[in-house]
């Protein structure tokens, strides 16, 4: 039986979410974002009004506004995100058991075997979109395919709203004209590499020498080949809360950073943002990872083994000890990435300031905690789904100059 996979895309999710309780942004240009006078003004999502003036996602703000004047700000709210993410997928559930969520707006299904219960492949994915269209008052697009790759690249093709069919009988007409830097997990660097071998369009990338391409990029080689002749044979892999092997965040600056001050900062925030959810899922880590992808788009990872735990401070203790002992003030940085694995269900805990967070040397200790911390983040968690994330926050977080 031919494999029938879907890849259901959420239409700038975040902004999108943002309408469906803020009714007057519908139709004007809007965007989420962070707050300007922060490292984190940037454009998160933007309404498909604020495209049309050319407002893109990860843009500075300052450079949005000037595009667009009168466009909305909404600041982001990732707790309400993450509860529309829910409803999306538990809708998509309903369709078929063999679901994989890919990010917080996206998921692939494995509709195999499913036309006698919601019609052939194009007719389910109507139904899908309109159901999500009515319950949630959420748009979406929907690539339909044999694999995931080929599910993916779809999904991009129309939007909003666009539903797309590519089998591999449809590939040298429909895939290969693309260019090069369209193909999912393409980056810039690697277009520019294959560009420079005059490797323009995907069509290209297929028709080359599969081993020139292994030369130059060694594994990775073989999958960009595989993936340019519509090959994938990855399998749609469902997952649920025991699945989980990590949980991280990362951010993709709008500038280069060189100051070790305002990476601290933004790891706090990613930190946060990750202990937000692992006390969600009551999952106890291990293990602290952080990333960092430098100018030239060379990437470092450093881990390290930590006492289990979900608190917000004790992971930040550990990835801003890890960002100390490894910052280069020689390369300013692009991007940074913190994760906690290595989860386990009966922990204990140790306790440090957040300010000492900001000051601390690479060797320093951690006291022994009680329980007191782990109640005050989880009621700080309460407060923030009642309330929205943006309304509460931590008091390093703020700008001095507010205060």
Known sequence: ???????????????????????????????????????????????????????KTTMVLKEALKRCPNMRIIP??????????????????????VLEQNSIDEAWLDMTGCEGLFGK???????????????LGLWCSIGISENKFLAKIASELKKPLGITELWRDDIKQKLWPLPVQLMYGIGKQTAKKLQAMD??????????????????????????????????????????????????????????????????IILMQLA?????????????????????KYTDFKTITRQKAIPPTYLTKEI???????????????????????????????SYSDQISMM??????????IAPSNDKEERLEKAIDKLRQKHGSSKITRAVFIDKKEQ
Not at 32 to 45: E, N, Q, T, W, Y
Not at 84 to 94: D, N
Not at 201 to 221: C, M, P, Y
Not at 358 to 365: F, I, Q, R, V, Y
């Open 1 to 55: 039986m031919k494999k029938v996979i879907f890849l259901v895309d959420m239409n700038a999710f975040f902004i999108s979410c943002e309408m469906t309780r803020h009714k007057e942004l519908v139709g004007k240009p809007a965007a989420v974002a962070g707050d300007p006078k922060k490292r984190s003004g940037i454009i998160l999502a933007a309404n498909y009004e604020a495209r049309e003036f050319g407002v």
């Open 76 to 97: 982001p709210d990732h707790s309400f995100y993450e509860r529309k993410s829910c409803e999306v997928m538990q809708i998509l559930s309903s369709y078929t058991p």
């Open 121 to 135: 492949p194009l007719e389910s994915a109507r139904r899908i979109m309109e159901n999500i269209k009515d319950e």
């Open 199 to 264: 490797i323009n369009t995907i069509g290209d990338l297929a028709l080359v020498n599969q081993n020139i391409l292994i030369e130059k990029f060694g594994k990775s080689g073989i999958e960009i080949y595989s993936h340019a002749n519509g090959i994938d044979d990855s399998c749609v892999m469902p997952r649920d809360d025991n699945d989980m092997k990590s949980i991280g965040r990362s951010l993709t600056l709008a500038e280069d950073i060189y100051d070790i001050e305002k990476a601290k």
């Open 272 to 292: 946060d943002e990750v202990g937000t959810q692992a006390r969600k899922y009551e999952k106890k880590g291990r293990t602290v990872q952080i990333a960092l």
């Open 316 to 346: 930040c203790f550990a990835g801003i000890n890890l960002l100390i002992q490894n910052w280069n003030t020689h390369r300013p940085i692009r991007l940074i990435g913190i994760s906690l694995s290595g989860f386990e269900e009966n």
């Open 356 to 365: 000492e967070l900001l000051t601390m040397a690479p060797s320093g200790n």
